[in-house]
């Protein structure tokens, strides 16, 4: 019987690929941009590349920037990082769908949890900007313990917060190594939400439950704990 739903935040919980094409049109104030490059080919290419190399790492998104020639002078990658870093201070635009779940989560009995890596700092401030920081029974931002996805530390910490067993819970997240195998791994049964579409690893098996969005757990809960009782 499925009792708690977990989340990651980042690519699933808030729109992502809205707000990076907030955060593309200020590349312009920041970086030397070169002739004849348009908001609208940044916007692009911003966006492919996080799709593309997101699960990868930030280097690799970087790197892929720099390649699509749109920077006169190409900034560092920590000149980069930095940027990012600072906007995602500022911008997060919201689900409409994403509130609504997990209040209906929470209505129907189900406990629900959120571990992200990252600084307690930045990811409570995006949990704030999409009005979602009340909605979980247990928050863990990685760096307050001191261990990340995908080591199973974080998933064993959430199951004990909530009082039930791994596979008690759902693990919701777009991250093939670190929400679907990392979660695997510390018993939960992983649900993938296909936000960037790319699955960038070909050695790990794509797990039976995916999902487009969010939007679609409550019936995924349903269904599950239906097909128990019977």
Known sequence: MIKAAVFDLDHTLFDRYST??????EFRLFFDIADGITDEYITEKFIYADKQFVHIGWPSIHKYLIESGFFRNPPTFEEYSSFLLERFHHYAVPFPFTRPMLLKLRESGIKTGLITNGSHELQYKKLEMVGIDDCFDSIIATRDIGVHKPERGPFDIMAARLRLKAEEC????DNPLNDVEASRRAGYIPVWIKTTGTWCYPEIEKPELQAETVEEIPAIIEKLNSAEKE
């Open 170 to 173: 759902l693990y919701i997240g």
């Open 20 to 25: 990076l094409k907030i955060v593309a049109k």
